[in-house]
């Protein structure tokens, strides 16, 4: 399946936040705070979180090379780090490999750590997504060159946040998929008069 750049992102940016990329390996996060929180030093500390992490990902894995390629629910080994036994128990929940989580893992590590600073964030990595906010959100649909793109969205309120989106696409991105179309969705950014 051919990698489409992830131009959904210029759709959801938030008038009310600054968004901003970190990116280490396939860790792919867009993520959206409000400006007075945002700074340099946040985005070296998030750099340096990721990495972390990647890293006691990855050193797990390779004690444990199944829990890589197992498309089924899967035991972890004594001594898995927190992030693999999170993976592992939404996998576990859905019936799936617990690679199937790892990049809402990430959004969802990354976001409850900025949640402890700001009170409003979005962390999206490749569909999957961390929410956070005060006021009213719009999630809408990006399904590549179908009709539904920018004709559907979910609307979140602030009272439901925090929060997880999952999506997944048989059709845009690169994970594994099995060919079975699903759903992605993106943020539609409010118009002004919607966020009083």
Known sequence: MEYIQRTYRNLHKQVDLVHFQVSIQETDLDIGVRRDRFSPELVSWIESLVQEQRESLEDYIQRDLQFKKTL?????????????IEMAE???AAGVGPMAAVAGAFAQYVGKALAKRTRDVI?????DIFMRSTSTRKVGVFA????????????IK???TPLGICTSSGTVGHS?????PMLSLFYLPLRPWQML
């Open 123 to 127: 962390v999206e990595n490749g569909g």
């Open 144 to 155: 590549g060159p179908s009709p539904f793109t920018n004709k559907i969205a979910l609307e």
């Open 90 to 92: 939404a996998a576990r």
């Open 176 to 180: 594994l998929s099995l060919a079975i």
């Open 72 to 84: 089924n629910p899967h035991k972890l080994l004594e001594g898995a780090p927190k992030l693999a």
């Open 158 to 160: 602030s009272w439901q």
